[in-house]
């Protein structure tokens, strides 16, 4: 059975480590495991120090994290999978066709997330194969695709603030707590 969310961003320094630090704050009280991974990565690379500070900021300790490169299992152990950019999305399917159902940009994800929310059947009892609170959610938001009119391609990726200043940073990560709200309420309203 696969469960838990995974983010994944290019090279697991920078958007998908403050993500995942960021999810783990937010979903503490949720049976729901996260973790992170990078298209890119070269596996055990240190995270960016601009990251380290915000994932610093959620209360975790983030110095024993160490990059990993996206492989197909991460992905189908996954329930869902959030990525920084359409690239990156595109890059999942192709490794593990059978996660496409799961795998959503990150922002695409919230703002299906939100509407779903919003909507009647988001309340409807769980159907066969989505027995976790996460696994019901993201059938939940994959019924909401085809209420909601297409987003432009700038809607759907998240800026990589790799080469910015710590502001950019910390930007990048209310953009990321911004789009994890709408998710973690969509899981508690479907579990």
């Given amino acids: 059975m696969v469960d838990g969310v995974l983010f994944v961003c290019h090279a697991n320094m920078c958007r998908s480590p403050m993500a995942e630090f ?6 503490r009280d949720l049976p729901v495991a996260v973790a992170s991974a990078g298209t890119d990565a070269l596996d055990g690379a240190a995270m960016h120090p601009y990251a380290v500070e915000v994932a610093a900021g959620t209360g975790a300790d983030p110095a024993a994290f160490r990059t990993r490169r996206l492989r ?7 329930g869902l999978v959030l990525t920084a950019t359409r690239r990156q999305r595109s890059i999942c399917t192709a490794l593990a066709p059978a996660a496409l159902p ?13 509407a779903a929310a919003a909507a009647p059947e988001a309340t409807e009892p769980a159907a066969p194969g989505e027995d976790s609170p996460l696994l019901a959610a993201v059938a939940v938001a994959a019924r909401a695709r085809g209420r909601l009119q297409p987003a432009t391609p700038d809607a759907d990726d998240l800026r990589d603030p790799i080469g910015g200043s710590p502001a950019d940073f910390r930007r990048c990560a209310e953009e990321i707590e911004r789009s994890i709200r709408p998710v973690l309420a969509l899981i508690g309203t479907a579990g």
């Fill in 72 to 78: 197909p299992e991460h992905l189908t152990r996954a």
């Fill in 102 to 114: 799961r795998t959503f940009t990150l922002r695409q994800f919230a703002r299906l997330a939100a």
């Fill in 22 to 27: 960021i999810a783990r704050r937010l979903l």
